[in-house]
């Protein structure tokens, strides 16, 4: 379970798992510092991290001579009828052929969080008092 608590300053949080910790904050337009992620940027890292992981670990397994793994991920807010995510993926490793990066690639599109943001999404409330 993640846990939010606010800080202090103004539209700015602390983000635990109960073993690690990462700063929020409102983006600047809505009145914060920019010290901290902001929700969408946590949502793009998410999905870039996951991805990014599951890259590495096939690589590992199969054992691919994948040296390096830059994943990219942005949220494009232009429409208002749907969630646009793009994504990128940079494969670094010399010897790799192109089999091998087609498989790297396709093991990025089994991830729990991008199976999770392909799904339809509600968003149910749960009081705490």
């Not at 001579?65 to 494009?76: A, I």
């Not at 599109?109 to 199976?115: A, D, E, S, Y």
């Given at each position: 379970m993640i846990v939010c608590k606010s800080e202090?300053?103004?539209?700015?949080?602390?983000?635990?798992?109960?073993?690690?910790?990462?700063?929020?904050?409102?983006p600047s337009e809505k009145g914060g510092k920019e010290s901290g992620f902001t929700p969408t940027e946590m949502l793009e890292a998410a999905l870039a991290a996951d991805m990014n992981v599951a890259i590495r670990a096939y690589a590992d397994k199969?054992?691919?001579?994948?040296?390096?793994?830059?994943?990219?991920?942005?949220?494009?807010?232009?429409?208002?009828s749907e969630a646009l995510i793009k994504y990128s993926v940079k494969l670094e490793g010399d010897e790799l052929n192109s089999q091998q990066k087609k498989l790297l690639l396709q093991s990025?599109?089994?991830?729990?969080?991008?199976?999770?943001?392909s799904k339809r999404i509600s968003v149910i409330y749960s009081s705490r008092i």
């Open positions: 202090a300053k103004k539209y700015r949080a602390t983000i635990s798992n109960e073993k690690d910790m990462i700063i929020y904050e409102a199969t054992g691919f001579p994948l040296t390096d793994v830059t994943t990219y991920v942005s949220v494009d807010k232009s429409t208002t990025a599109l089994q991830t729990p969080v991008r199976n999770t943001l």
